[in-house]
């Protein structure tokens, strides 16, 4: 007998079964790939249409952004509030440099009622002067209780110089009132300045302030022998002469009309009495001296120097 192990007989209509297995499991995956995606498949969110690829492409070869955001457009200056120079000034920025000078002086008044003087004492405070006797900040920024600007104040360190890592940040909140009809809305340039002088010795040994805002000691009221109405105290310069608003120092009254700047052929000034007025600007500068000298024993008259806005002199 043969060790030849016999296999079953395979049936003979198996291959047919089989062919027919194959042809309905094909149609079964044929089927379900072409079922539509629903909206929750990833896929269904992606669009790679023709027309979509085209316009991609299109953007990236011009260089055009896929998204641009509008940047907001700096406030237009009207022209009626412009500094031109060498030209009357308009009654329109007259009106409103009068009014933060009017502003600047109520605040000079109560800080002098509370202090006594125009600036704080260095007798009282000798932390907030350097050792050439100037405020290391400047003297707006001591104006700013006065000004409903507390909490902006209170963030000042006064015994600091002005660009010390903790007041330098601080410029860039400058308050409306130092900024002149025509400053730029991003600005921290003010050009509200005061004449600072010094204390001059006469033949006879006496001092004299050459102007209400002298080196050291400040001055009071009763320092302006010719009369408060009779001396300047704050006035607006030209573009040329804006400085931060929180730096010390001021215009040098031995050249006054130089120190002016590139201004309007008027100034709007600010008298120590609080009031304002426009007066000439090519005016010599011994008239100049005058008018910023509180003890000179001169009076001015106003008549011959004040003109109106917009009038040609």
């Known amino acids: 007998m043969s060790a030849t192990r016999l296999l079953p ?11 027919t297995f194959s042809l309905c499991l094909f149609l079964l995956l044929v089927s379900a790939g072409c079922q539509k995606p629903q909206p929750g498949d990833s896929t269904a969110e992606k669009d790679d249409s023709p027309a979509t690829s085209a316009e991609q492409a299109s953007a990236k070869e011009s260089g055009a952004p896929a998204e641009t955001v509008a940047e907001p457009e700096e406030p237009k200056i009207a022209p009626e509030m412009l500094t031109k120079a ?16 009017k502003q600047i002086g109520l605040a000079l008044h109560n ?29 707006r920024v001591h ?8 909490p902006l104040y209170e963030q000042f ?28 809305a991003d600005s921290n340039k003010t050009r509200f300045r005061v004449f600072e002088g010094k204390r001059e010795k006469n033949s006879e ?5 050459t102007t209400l805002f002298p080196l050291g000691q400040p001055a009071s009221m009763r320092d302006a022998l010719d009369g408060t109405s009779n001396t300047i105290i704050v006035v607006e310069v030209g573009p040329d ?13 031995a050249q006054p009309k130089a120190e002016l700047g590139e ?21 010599e500068d011994a008239q100049w001296k005058e008018m910023i000298g509180p003890q000179d024993f001169t009076r001015i008259d106003w008549d011959a120097i004040e003109v109106k806005p917009g009038q040609k002199e």
């Open 157 to 184: 360190k006064l015994d600091e110089a002005w660009d010390s890592p903790n007041n330098a940040p601080l410029a860039k909140n400058m308050p409306e009132v130092f900024k002149s009809p025509d400053t730029p």
């Open 9 to 19: 007989a395979v049936p003979e209509n198996w291959n047919r079964c089989l062919s």
């Open 263 to 283: 201004t309007a052929s008027q100034i709007a000034i600010l008298k120590g009495d609080g009031s304002i007025s426009l007066v000439k600007k090519d005016l």
């Open 111 to 139: 800080l002098h009622e509370e202090a006594r003087y125009f600036l704080p004492s260095q007798e009282e405070h000798p932390e907030f002067y350097d050792e050439n006797g100037r405020l290391k900040v400047s003297w």
């Open 86 to 101: 060498g030209k009357p000034m308009t009654a329109a920025r007259y009106k409103a440099a009068g009014n933060q000078l």
């Open 241 to 253: 002469k804006a400085i931060e608003w929180t730096k010390p120092g001021g215009l040098n009254p």
């Open 205 to 209: 040994g006496d001092e004299k302030m």
């Open 143 to 150: 104006l700013l209780p006065y000004m409903d600007q507390k």
